[in-house]
């Protein structure tokens, strides 16, 4: 099983940008789903979690701002970001709890995608 996460780039302070996170392999099932992030010197924090019905979860600094979703029939999470600061630059990653077929649940990283905000 593995996440490939994409969408990442380079924008002005202000603008927006939307990642998507993508469970890939043979799975029965995602439940929680999440976006982190790391910023350089910085530890890897939790940006957005979601569970497989929906109910999210924000950092306080991305409140009101960013939205994370996901599509189940797809296996993939996304991350609207709008209102960008250059205090979002950061490495971000998706992370899941998958099932895949034959296995047991296991928490799964994917490999990141840099979104850098310019000022």
């Known amino acids: 099983v593995q996440l490939q996460a994409s969408g990442g780039g380079l924008v002005q302070a202000g603008g927006s940008l939307r990642l998507s996170c993508a469970a890939s392999g043979s799975l029965i099932s995602v439940n929680n789903m999440a976006w982190y992030r790391q910023a350089p010197g910085k530890h890897r924090e939790l940006v957005a979690r979601?569970?497989?019905?929906?109910?999210?979860t924000y950092a306080d600094s991305v409140k009101g701002r960013f939205t994370i979703s996901r599509d189940n029939a797809e296996n993939t999470m996304y991350l609207q970001m709008s209102t960008l600061e250059p205090g979002d630059t950061a490495v971000y990653y998706c992370n899941a709890d998958v099932r895949p077929s034959g296995g047991t649940w296991a928490n799964v990283w994917g490999e990141g995608t840099q979104v850098t905000v310019s000022s």
């Open positions: 979601i569970t497989s019905v929906g109910v999210t």
